[in-house]
């Protein structure tokens, strides 16, 4: 008679584990499973068995333009995105990642969690993740990169494909991985103001010289729409033309620095 007692126990801890694991595993079992360094097993062991096939990526985005980082400003912030491919309307979403040093350190600081999105901290070390299965397949945060002389930023990350029968069966895992290095073209010396990048404003493009210097603005054919000396805190503005401008700064110091800012949508 306690046989069949002890399977339906069996099988409630199992379906309690899923209800737990659902809201993120670094919140619910305070597990870092992203796959980085010193992290736990990832999360295979639970979920398994699905047909359907899963595919992730991170994407590192300008704050200004939206265009994918080769490599990263330190201190400055980029919008940083976890994506699980695979799946269909009936299936849901998790995910869970961090950035770390070629020490294991934390590589930078999260922010701005969205709405599908919460931030842990597991032993230290800095976690986003998913905060219930989604039905949106992105998990997006702002990541401040690390300061000057960091190195190279290593992102890990874990993702599910989940059906959502209240167990693990079923599911599809996958990961991704992403070095970012440090920008060795843009670095400032210490005593160089920060050169932030233009921002978007009703109708225009909005920038403030940090330096006396020379600004020039061009779209992609060339055509110079900006070029203007300009003084330490003189303010430009040029219109939202709907094309990629690119826009360089050469400060009197020497110092230099370029952006490529996107076409409106």
Same mark, same amino acid.
């Given at each position: ?69 080769? @490599? =990263?400003?330190?201190?400055?912030? =980029? ?42 901290? !597991? ?32 992102? =890990?990350?874990?993702?599910? !494909? ?10 599809? =895992? ?42 020039? !603005? ?27 401008? !690119?826009? @360089?700064?050469?400060?009197? @110091? ?12």
């Amino acid at each position: 008679m306690n046989a069949p007692r002890i399977s339906l126990l069996a099988v409630a801890g199992i379906s309690a584990l899923w209800i737990a694991a659902s809201g993120g595993v670094a919140a619910e079992q305070n597990k870092d499973r992203t796959g980085a360094p010193g992290s736990s097993a990832v999360c295979t062991n639970c979920h398994n068995g699905g047909t359907v096939a899963a595919s992730a990526a991170f994407e590192v985005l300008d704050m200004a333009t939206e265009l994918q980082a080769t @490599s =990263y400003l330190p201190g400055q912030e =980029y919008i940083l995105r976890m994506v699980i491919n695979g799946g269909t309307s009936n299936h849901s979403y998790g995910a869970q990642g961090t950035a770390v040093l070629d020490n294991g350190e934390n590589a930078g600081a999260f922010s701005n969690p969205a709405g599908n999105t919460q931030l842990e901290d !597991v032993g230290g070390r800095h976690i986003f993740e998913h905060n219930n299965p989604s039905a949106a397949n992105a998990f997006e945060v702002t990541w401040t990169a690390p300061e000057s002389g960091s190195g190279p930023a290593h992102f =890990y990350m874990s993702g599910l !494909v989940v059906n959502g029968n209240n167990a693990t069966s079923g599911d599809a =895992y996958t990961n991704a991985t992403l070095t970012l290095p440090e920008s060795t073209s843009n670095l400032q010396a210490a005593d160089e103001p920060r050169m932030e990048a233009p921002s978007r404003a009703t109708g225009e493009w909005r920038w403030v010289a940090p330096a006396a210097g020379r600004l020039v !603005v061009a779209d992609v054919s060339g055509r110079t729409l900006v070029a203007r000396n300009l003084d330490a805190g003189q303010s430009v503005t040029w219109p939202l033309n709907g094309t990629l401008n !690119v826009v @360089s700064f050469a400060a009197e @110091s020497g110092a230099s620095t370029s952006w490529k800012l996107a076409p409106t949508r």
